[in-house]
């Protein structure tokens, strides 16, 4: 697994890098902070937000998630190809049971807990062929609240892992230099 890891993220380093894009300024100022190497180096917590990261956005109905979360990825210095590969739950086969999922969720909250939506949002209906009428502020808030919860649940679960498995996702080694020098005197 490791090593089918490993090729992967070299292939995408080396396709990052091509001999075609490399000498071009814009490409320079998009791929600079991606080609951290801290970045693609799997280890527990890093690991562990890029995942977090990527349930997140696999949740949102937007195009192109995996290039956001892999900006975000950048922005927060967490795992790109973890935050990347999450989006992927959400593919052609999955999007109508997650939609329908996410609408039933944002009704019950709408309903059950009193959640309130803005005006504009609660007017605007879709009709759906055999499915009905649905709501955008149900569809909006299911889509949020289902993000979070996955996000939440990821992040923990990530670390469980790693505690019964130490050997598959071992702990930053730069911040064990650091303990190791902070508790000797």
């Known amino acids: 697994m490791k090593q089918r890891y490993l090729k992967l993220v070299k292939g995408t380093y080396r396709m990052l890098r091509h001999r075609r894009l490399r000498h071009r300024p814009w490409w320079k100022s998009l791929t600079k902070p991606l080609f951290n190497k801290q970045l693609w180096i799997p280890c527990r917590d890093t690991v562990a937000s890029g995942l977090a990261l990527g349930m997140f956005f696999s949740m949102m109905l937007m195009p192109f998630q995996m290039v956001a979360a892999a900006i975000m990825a950048m922005r927060f210095r ?108």
Not at 110 to 131: D, N
Not at 163 to 170: C, E, G, N, R
Request: charged share 10%.
């Open 78 to 185: 967490v795992n790109v190809p973890f935050a990347v590969a999450a989006c992927w739950i959400s593919n052609v086969f999955t999007n109508v049971p997650i939609w329908i999922a996410q609408v039933w969720l944002g009704d019950w909250m709408r309903k059950s807990l009193g959640f309130p939506m803005p005006g504009f949002l609660t007017k605007v209906h879709f009709k759906v062929p055999e499915a009905g009428d649905l709501n955008a502020a149900s569809f909006l808030l299911g889509m949020m609240v289902s993000g979070l919860v996955l996000a939440l649940l990821s992040y923990p679960l990530v670390h469980l892992f790693s505690a019964i498995m130490p050997h598959h996702l071992p702990v930053i080694r730069a911040r064990n230099k650091a303990l190791h020098r902070i508790q000797i005197p």
